[in-house]
């Protein structure tokens, strides 16, 4: 059994849980204790724990907290078989009501998406998600990982073509409407 130190602090969204994720995953059994400086941070760790059906505990000692989650020899993560999955990206922002903030979430999303174990079949670019794609995304290197791990990439030819980005285009392919259409018919599809 093996007792290891994580220092997350000042990490912020998704890293603290991806971090921890990869580390659990590397690691022989024994007791993980993740330093983090906030308490959304230490709320998503212990989520995580519990999504693992792992042992978590946590403490706060003058504003640091201390997420120690307990790898038992049982502990065996199951990957589900997600290739089956696409998603759908409407937009260059994540939610509405704050642009600010919507850039900030769709690249924290596709950052943990990156990072995750579940890679989608592909990820469909339309509207001005095809902006993603493009010079000046803060998702190009998301998505470039993405590809690496075999979900393909593509942006509506329209799209590209009303923003004036065909140029421009620096991850994945281009396709067209009925090639959508046809992928979101044929597998599970996520919009956002």
Wanted: aromatic share 6%.
């Amino acid at each position: 059994m093996s007792n290891e130190t994580l220092d997350c602090r000042g990490l912020v969204c998704p890293q603290p849980v991806v971090e921890t994720k990869k580390k659990l995953a590397m690691m022989p059994f024994g007791v993980l204790a993740v330093l983090v400086d906030n308490d959304v941070a230490k709320e998503n760790l212990i989520k995580l724990a519990d999504s693992l059906h792992m042992e978590v505990m946590a403490c706060e000692e003058d504003g640091l907290f201390t997420v120690s989650v307990l790898k038992e020899e049982r502990d065996v993560v199951a990957l589900e078989d997600t290739g089956n999955n696409v998603l759908l990206i409407t937009a260059d922002t994540f939610g509405s009501g704050n642009d600010e903030l919507g850039a900030l979430l769709i690249q924290s999303f596709f950052y943990a998406l990156a990072e995750s174990e579940k890679t989608p079949k592909a990820v469909y670019l339309v509207n001005s998600g095809v902006k993603l794609a493009c010079d000046g995304s803060g998702v190009l290197d998301s998505l470039g990982k993405l590809e690496e791990l075999g979900a393909a990439v593509f942006s509506c030819g329209l799209c590209l073509d009303f923003f004036q980005l065909k140029d421009n285009l620096r991850v994945g392919g281009v396709t067209n409407m009925y090639a959508i259409v046809e992928a979101l018919v044929k597998w599970r599809a996520v919009i956002l």
